[in-house]
T-cell receptor
Framework: GDSVIQMQGQVTLSENDFLFINCTYS??????LFWYVQYSGEGPQLLLQ?????NKGSSRGFEATYDKGTTSFHLQKTSVQEIDSAVYYC??????????FGTGTSLLVDP | EAAVTQSPRNKVAVTGGKVTLSCNQT?????MYWYRQDTGHGLRLIHY???????EKGDIPDGYKASRPSQENFSLILELATPSQTSVYFC????????????FGKGTRLTVV
């Protein structure tokens, strides 16, 4: 079945540090890949998506890249700020309605 | 702005009791979902629906039922609640198409004692 692996459970950075979060996926065909962000007390919300056709997406200073060869996708930001502290989820949707999530990365940015 | 509203926001239930979590969306989306969120597991899909009258099993459906009586409403039912079902539950809605954004509610914190 479909699966998304997100290995980094917690990441602690200082302001202006570089952020890199990696996910790998397993499925058949050509999925659409997403990054969702969840702030404290809220539900997850879409940060950006990457289709196989584009291989890259960007939003709010974040950039996502997709590597079909290694079935992996990454989220990065050059210079994180304290307001970026949140939980980040990678997710995959493939040929249907089901959205499969990774286990989440909790990012803490120290001021 | 897409809106997904969950009720109640917090619930304490007794073991063996029946619990119903409700979700309403005003987005006119065909697809609706129920996830639970647990530390170390992320978001796991319990049930989903692709329209009024339909319900489908997700990845962890055991112990849960779902009901979609209308386009706007999607309920999650725990007939016999157990402490292992203590969790935060999220409802979501989304339109057709794989690139369509999915919108989440604010969640329901359920504690089964």
């Amino acid at each position: 079945g479909d699966s998304v692996i997100q290995m980094q459970g917690q990441v602690t950075l200082s302001e202006n540090d570089f952020l890199f979060i990696n996910c790998t996926y397993s499925t058949t065909g050509y999925p659409t890949l997403f990054w969702y962000v969840q702030y404290s007390g809220e539900g997850p919300q879409l940060l950006l998506q990457v289709t196989t056709a584009n291989n890259k997406g960007s939003s709010r200073g974040f950039e996502a890249t997709y590597d079909k060869g290694t079935t992996s996708f990454h989220l990065q930001k050059t210079s994180v700020q304290e307001i970026d502290s949140a939980v980040y989820y990678c997710a995959m949707r493939n040929m249907g309605y089901k959205l499969t999530f990774g286990t989440g990365t909790s990012l803490l940015v120290d001021p | 702005e897409a809106a997904v509203t969950q009720s109640p926001r917090n619930k304490v239930a007794v073991t063996g009791g029946k619990v119903t979590l409700s979700c309403n969306q005003t987005n006119n989306h065909n697809n609706m979902y129920w996830y639970r969120q647990d530390t170390g597991h992320g978001l796991r899909l319990i049930h989903y629906s692709y329209g009024a009258g339909s319900t489908e099993k997700g990845d962890i459906p055991d112990g849960y039922k779902a009901s979609r009586p209308s386009q706007e409403n999607f309920s999650l039912i725990l007939e016999l609640a157990t402490p292992s079902q203590t969790s935060v539950y999220f409802c979501a809605s989304g339109g057709q198409g794989e690139v369509t954004e999915v919108f989440f509610g604010k969640g329901t914190r359920l504690t089964v004692v």
